[in-house]
């Protein structure tokens, strides 16, 4: 079982780029990190997803650095409703086309006006 | 209006009762999970499943059962051999398998008497 680890918590004032960042067991090339974002009471949505270097979408992008221990999510920009927990999942191959699944405790940022 | 739907959003039961979670998803998706999430623990995942009439434990299966009769429906019961069965409780589908990105339900708060 892969174990991650984030920062609990974060602050940040509106207009700022934010980066959190998910430590996990390196992993391999055939494996994935992916970012959720969950607000009180709802399911998570999807953020981004990789498997190496940088991924870049519309909202926000995703680093994994060679030695692959590491991941960030980079928001750019952030408002006032980016306020919310963030999640980093990590998918290990395990064969036969599947993978085991390891979410992240969460990150908690708060936007400050 | 594709999605994932819950039901009950809030749900109470008695100590020692059998309880059954629905979810049911119209995005033609293969394959279905459950997770449960309680404060500061991120989400854990229960059982999952890639194919009709197919599932696969998670990490904390014990206590808990599921089935995958049709596409569309992946129920989870909560017995009364689980130990701590007060949680949120989210279903999730990807198109798939477990390399894609998963699309969550709005969760159930299931609460023990």
């Known amino acids: 079982l892969a174990k991650t680890t984030q920062p609990i918590s974060m602050d940040s004032y509106e207009g700022q780029e934010v980066n959190i960042t ?18 009180p009471s709802q399911g998570p949505r999807f953020i981004i997803q990789g498997y ?3 991924v870049t979408n519309e909202v926000a992008s995703l680093f994994i650095p060679a030695d692959r221990k590491s991941s960030t999510l980079s928001l750019p920009r952030v ?5 919310a927990v963030y999640y980093c999942l990590v998918g290990i191959y395990s064969g036969a086309g599947s993978y085991q699944l390891t979410f992240g405790k969460g990150t908690k940022l708060s936007v400050i006006p | ?43 854990r995942l229960i059982y999952y499943s890639q194919i009709v009439n197919d599932f696969q434990k998670g990490d904390i299966a014990e206590g ?13 019961t909560v017995t009364s051999a689980q130990k701590n069965p007060t949680a949120f409780y989210l279903c999730a589908s990807s198109y798939t398998g477990t390399s894609d ?11 023990v008497l």
């Open chain 2, 101 to 111: 990105e998963q699309f969550f339900g709005p969760g159930t708060r299931l609460t």
């Open chain 1, 22 to 39: 998910c430590s996990h067991n390196n992993i391999a090339t055939n494996d994935y990190i992916t970012w959720y974002q969950q607000f």
């Open chain 2, 64 to 76: 808990y059962s599921v089935s995958r009769e049709k596409k569309e429906s992946f129920p989870l």
């Open chain 2, 1 to 43: 209006d594709g999605g994932i739907t819950q039901s009950p959003k809030y749900l109470f039961r008695k100590e020692g009762q059998n309880v059954t979670l629905s979810c049911e998803q119209n995005l033609n998706h293969d394959a279905m999970y459950w997770y449960r999430q309680d404060p500061g623990q991120g989400l």
């Open chain 1, 52 to 54: 190496k270097t940088k």
């Open chain 1, 79 to 83: 408002s006032l409703s980016d306020t």
